[in-house]
């Protein structure tokens, strides 16, 4: 009956009883909407109502589970179809489980119609393999309901569908072929699908992996031995033996054909590949005179003993009994061991520290440098090895110097000057680079780096590309990029001049050097004893005057850059000035021609000196017609000598002499 049909029925039902109840030949004390089902009929009349509805308006859903507490327990618990299924959907029992329609009515609203169509996944254990093909009676007897939830039935030790247990032994114990010597988790193995094979099982999961031939063994050869107990079903057939079973030594399942002349570890020698595949490495060579290590433990046992292993005790004394010298007697150090071992003969094992001792200690770079990299091999091996051909390396090389390994990476630079340099002079075994010719070695050469210039890299002079100088182009074949013989030597070479070669002409004295150091291009460095040399002695007062004072090309700006190819708006300073003869080719007179009628035509030195402008030198008793006798000799010159006008002229001659002049007429003495 499908869900729709089966509530059909349970709404007509329940309305004939309605009728029935309201009906006055069944009397006005029945307040029943129906008859009740028949597993409910021992709560027919209305002293049992409260059984269900309860006295306080609890929720009938409650009242349901206080007698059926199984489902009351599912519920809590989470587990079964109505801890899963019918407590997501907050449906209550009434729901599903509705009465009042009649005894005969089903209470048992199946989802998909029947038990049979019922999805079991619904209750939590999905019917996989041969449980999807058993009835549901078979599983659902009163044996299998052992579960602690089964107690709580009132239909207990009855069949039904509460009180299942999911385990295998729940059900299966008797079948158990293992006796529980397994475990309880028969799914760790077995499937739903039958039980054998075990789909789950793996051997190498287990205490004893099966290797080599060991995998194509029938599980029975091994477990259903006379060696084990014997095991038998429920049918009475013997089953296998899986635990415990002995593995330890191989003789607990194989005969021992050395019948313990070798011992009981008979992996030591075979493997389980095939019994005459011998394991010859796990001979124990360490107890015979000659211990295997390094690469010889991995060395076949034929390499030495040969074919059959004929040889039983070959010589070891020293390595050249079975190895060939690949230096080829060029050193006489002494035994292969003091530079190899047996972990491989390549890398050497001379150290750092042990080739100090010899003629050329290695440090620096060279202390990181591989063997192979000097030591090569000069020329094959006469006769070829015992162990594998190997090139003979030379360790005697001779006298050592930079050039006995290392290319001459300035193309001969150095060796075409007076006086021809070695590497060490510039380089060291720490680094090639940077070279360690610095400024005080520099002194030595043409061009000294003193001030700005010790400050400037290396390759600003000698490099390919030189910014603000002309690029240099090294001869082909050079390594390195440097050159060290660079045309310019002198400070015009490299900067631009200003005063246009008019202090480095030829057959002139002075230089750039002669005003300028390396320090800093402006100021000059030239003194005032130096400008007396230039045909201009400064002296007094002019030895305070700014140089731009009378050099007016000092004043503009400073170029930012004075390399040749570098330079923009280099100010020309060609200083050519007309030397001063007298004050007055810099300085205006203030007196006019008030002293033109002199024999030096009123020149400034007759009475002033370059000390200071003033006070002068006049001297008014020699040169003046009055004389400053007297009380006039402590009067200001300027009280007598004014200047006619607002910014004129002072007037210093045709003062008239009367005291009266300058006194008025007031008749006093």
Same mark, same amino acid.
């Not at 992996?267 to 394991?279: G, K, L, Q, W």
């Given at each position: 009956m499908t869900p729709h049909a089966r509530r059909l029925r349970w709404l007509a039902a329940a309305a004939v009883g309605l009728l029935m109840v309201m009906s006055p030949a069944r009397g006005a004390a029945q307040i029943s909407p129906g008859p009740l089902a028949r597993p409910h009929q021992s709560l027919e009349g209305a002293s049992n109502c409260v059984k269900c509805h309860g006295l306080n308006r609890e929720p009938m859903s409650v009242m349901c589970v206080s007698c059926h507490k199984d489902i009351g327990a599912l519920e809590r618990e989470g587990r079964g179809y109505h801890g899963r299924e019918a407590r997501a959907s907050r449906k209550t029992c009434a729901q599903c489980h509705p009465d009042h329609a009649g005894a005969a009515f089903e209470m048992i609203e199946w989802p998909g119609g029947s038990s049979a169509r019922f999805d079991h996944q619904k209750a939590g254990w999905a019917l996989e393999g041969k449980h999807r093909d058993a009835k549901c009676t078979a599983c659902h007897a009163p044996k299998y309901r052992t579960a602690p939830v089964a107690s709580l039935s009132a239909r207990k030790n009855t069949a039904g569908w509460i009180g299942l247990p999911t385990t295998c032994a729940s059900c299966h114990e008797p079948d158990d072929a293992h006796?529980?010597?397994?475990?309880?988790?028969?799914?760790?193995?077995?499937?739903?699908?039958?039980?054998?094979?075990?789909?789950?099982?793996?051997?190498?999961?287990?205490?004893?992996?099966?290797?080599?031939?060991?995998?194509?063994?029938?599980?029975?050869?091994?477990?259903e031995t006379a060696r084990l107990p014997?095991?038998?079903?429920?049918?009475?057939?013997?089953?296998?033996?899986?635990?415990?079973?002995?593995?330890?030594?191989?003789?607990?399942?194989?005969?021992?054909?050395? %019948?313990? !002349?070798?011992?009981?570890?008979? &992996?030591?020698?075979?493997?389980?590949? /095939?019994?005459? *595949?011998?394991? =010859?490495? #796990?001979?124990?060579h360490q107890v015979t005179n000659y211990p295997l290590r390094g690469r010889h433990a991995a060395v076949s046992c034929e390499g030495c003993h040969g074919t059959n292993l004929a040889t039983r005790k070959p010589g070891?004394?020293?390595?050249?009994?079975?190895?060939?010298?690949?230096?080829?007697?060029?050193?006489?150090?002494?035994?292969?061991?003091?530079?190899?071992?047996?972990?491989?003969?390549?890398p050497s094992s001379f150290t750092v520290a042990q080739h100090a001792r010899t003629a050329y200690?290695?440090?620096? %770079?060279? !202390?990181?440098?591989?063997?192979? &990299?000097?030591?090569?091999?000069?020329? /094959?091996?006469? *006769?070829?090895? =015992?162990? #594998?051909p190997r090139p003979a390396a030379r360790l005697a090389?001779?006298?050592?110097?930079?050039?006995?390994?290392?290319?001459?990476?300035?193309?001969?630079?150095l060796a075409r000057t007076a006086s021809p340099g070695t590497c060490e002079a510039c380089h060291s075994t720490a680094a090639f680079v940077p070279s360690r010719f610095g400024v005080k070695e520099h002194a030595a050469l043409a061009v000294q780096l003193?001030?700005?210039h010790g400050q400037v890299a290396c390759s600003a002079c000698h490099g390919p590309q030189r910014p603000g100088l002309p690029p240099l182009a090294a001869p082909a074949g050079r390594k390195a990029r440097a050159t060290l013989r660079v045309p310019e030597v002198t400070c015009a070479a490299c900067h631009v001049d200003p005063h246009a070669g008019r202090y480095d002409a030829p057959g002139t004295t002075t230089t750039c050097a002669s005003c300028h150091d390396a320090a800093r291009w402006r100021p000059a460095t030239t003194s005032v004893a130096q400008h007396a040399s230039l045909g201009y002695a400064l002296e007094g007062a002019h030895r305070a005057v700014a140089c731009v004072a009378c050099h007016a090309d000092f004043g503009k700006p400073a170029a930012t850059a004075t390399l040749r190819l570098a330079s923009r708006g280099v100010t020309p300073l060609p200083f050519a000035t007309r030397r001063p003869t007298t004050c007055a080719s810099c300085h205006a007179t203030p007196h006019g021609e008030q002293f033109a009628h002199r024999a030096d035509r009123g020149a400034c030195e007759g009475c002033h000196v370059v000390a200071s402008f003033a006070p002068a030198r006049f001297d008014h008793e020699r040169e003046a017609s009055f004389s400053l006798k007297g009380a006039h000799e402590k009067v200001a010159c300027g009280s007598c000598h004014r200047a006619t006008s607002a910014g004129g002229p002072v007037v210093w001659r045709g003062l008239p002499g009367r005291?009266?002049?300058c006194h008025g007429g007031t008749g006093r003495g």
């Open positions: 006796r529980g010597s397994l475990g309880p988790r028969c799914a760790s193995c077995h499937d739903a699908g039958g039980w054998a094979p075990a789909p789950g099982f793996d051997h190498d999961s287990s205490d004893y992996p099966l290797t080599g031939a060991h995998t194509e063994v029938k599980c029975a050869a091994c477990h014997v095991f038998r079903n429920a049918k009475g057939a013997r089953v296998g033996a899986f635990k415990p079973v002995p593995f330890k030594e191989c003789s607990s399942c194989h005969t021992d054909p050395h %019948r313990g !002349a070798l011992g009981a570890k008979c &992996a030591s020698c075979h493997v389980t590949r /095939a019994f005459d *595949a011998i394991n =010859r490495g #796990g001979f124990n070891f004394s020293t390595c050249a009994t079975c190895h060939q010298d690949p230096h080829e007697a060029s050193t006489t150090r002494g035994d292969c061991a003091t530079c190899h071992t047996v972990t491989g003969f390549a200690p290695l440090d620096g %770079r060279h !202390a990181t440098t591989r063997c192979a &990299a000097c030591h090569t091999p000069a020329k /094959a091996p006469t *006769a070829a090895p =015992r162990r #594998g090389l001779g006298t050592p110097s930079c050039n006995s390994c290392h290319e001459d990476a300035h193309g001969r630079d003193d001030g700005r005291c009266e002049s």
